[in-house]
């Protein structure tokens, strides 16, 4: 089976390649194609993943590749994990926002939306090619904003691109084990949209543990989401919000932080990557030793700013693994040998809240098999999370519709009406500063 990953030169492409190194069933990957733009990068994580390799029998073959239609043909999966602009971009977005005094993080408010118009063009672009060149290949998509670029793709691949992301499966694990249960046997009931949902339920044995969490402060005190939001908050809310909400529900803090640190999360992987890449341009530099260092640095600051404002402290040990790549490898089994599994996946909407169209990827529990993933039956969000929920897609399809058009007004508009942007002069200058940093939204006219 040959899986081809797009951003192949990416930092956190090894910890794909190690999930497939450690499957050894049958009708497994055996062959990989990574693809990027930059083949200074592909080279470096070819590097990386040969070490990684290096004794252990049948490894997948890896190939890379600058030439897209080339990586494309003949894949059986496409990992789609780009990053237009680089993190070079990234740093700019944060930068605009927070000179603007609004958020520049690179999913949620005025950062993700610059993100997802530099990005939709070219996702679209690529779930043509897939359509023409492996029509028959499922694409799994890791590229932010996940949700905002899986609903891109669907409208051109349908059902055959799904979304993932690694933050509910991380939080539904924290909770079951705050619980003493066991995460593989708990019904996580998460629903929501990718970086905006709430887990209202963890079934065990058909019983719902989640009230005995909410009614103890000292165990809604000791996992990460606790210390971040306060026993209080999620005991007000009854359910356990994703991590990023903590940028709407306490956004002027989190701005705050953001201004006051040394340097944004953009720059600080900016640098930390470049030097990563330059390091590893010296052939006798250990490869698979230097991105293990790079990783647990960039790991153990993961929304540093965030649980710096809330008081949390330092992250647990327990939270610094990761854990997308194995989302997206058990997606890919399921399909490909139709193992039934349940996992949260950003998919199209169906029928599955009556509040959005059928069409609107959101971020729920799917039944996966060999015909991909079927989202579950949910009970209707409360009326606050239904509000949020319906006005970021709102501002999701005005972005859709930006790129699509070129037209700078509705991108104006797409800023303007997220509940993070609090002023429609705000907005103007938003467009204004992009445009001027990124050479890629020159189409909006």
């Not at 590893?280 to 710096?308: F, I, Q």
Request: with cysteine.
């Amino acid at each position: 089976m040959r899986l081809t990953i797009l951003g192949g030169g990416g930092f956190r492409v090894p910890l794909v390649y190690g999930a497939l190194l450690r499957d050894r069933a049958e009708g497994r990957v055996t062959r990989v194609v990574l693809h990027d733009l930059d083949a200074g990068r592909l080279s470096a994580v070819t590097r990386v993943l040969a070490e990684q390799a290096a004794g252990v029998p049948d490894a997948p073959e890896v190939s890379a590749t600058t030439d897209l239609d080339e990586a494309l043909r003949g894949a059986d999966f496409v990992f789609s994990a780009i990053r237009v602009g680089g993190l070079e971009g990234r740093a700019a977005d944060e930068r605009v926002a927070l000179a603007e005094g609004v958020l520049g993080q690179e999913t949620v408010g005025a950062g993700g939306i610059a993100y997802g118009l530099r990005t939709v063009p070219v996702a679209v672009d690529i779930a043509r090619r897939v359509a023409r060149l492996a029509p028959e290949a499922w694409v799994i998509n890791f590229t932010n904003p996940a949700g905002l670029v899986t609903e891109a793709m669907s409208r051109h691949l349908g059902e055959r691109v799904i979304g993932i992301c690694d933050s509910p499966v991380g939080l539904g694990r924290r909770i079951a084990r705050v619980l003493g249960a066991d995460p593989e046997e708990a019904w996580i009931d998460y629903v929501g949209l990718n970086h905006l949902g709430w887990v209202r339920g963890l079934r065990v044995a058909g019983r719902d543990e989640l009230p005995r969490l909410l009614a103890d402060p000292g165990l809604l005190g000791s996992f990460e989401e606790g210390k971040l939001f306060g026993a209080d908050w999620l005991q007000s809310l009854g359910a356990i919000p994703n991590e990023y909400l903590h940028y709407y529900y306490f956004n002027r803090e989190t701005v705050r932080a953001y201004q006051q640190a040394e340097k944004t999360r953009g720059a600080f992987l900016h640098e930390q990557q470049a030097r990563f890449y330059a390091e590893l341009r010296n052939p006798d530099a250990p490869a698979l030793k230097v991105w293990d260092d790079t990783r647990a640095e960039r790991e153990a600051t993961y929304m540093a700013e965030n649980r710096e404002s809330a008081g949390a402290g330092e992250r647990d040990e327990d939270d610094l693994s990761g854990g997308y790549e194995k989302v997206a490898l058990a997606l890919m089994r399921a399909i490909a040998r139709n193992e039934r599994r349940t996992l949260i996946l950003n998919v199209r909407n169906r029928h599955t809240l009556s509040v959005l169209d059928t069409d609107a990827v959101i971020e729920v529990p799917c039944l996966v098999d060999a015909g991909g993933a079927h989202p579950v039956t949910v009970d209707p969000l409360p009326d606050h999370a239904t509000g949020l929920v319906c006005a970021v897609k709102a501002v999701e399809r005005e972005v859709l519709a930006a790129a699509e058009s070129g037209s700078r007004a509705t991108a104006v508009k797409a800023f303007a009406l997220h509940p993070l942007v609090d002023s429609v002069n705000v907005a103007r200058r938003l467009v204004e500063g992009y445009t001027q940093v990124h050479p890629g939204l020159a189409y909006l006219g």
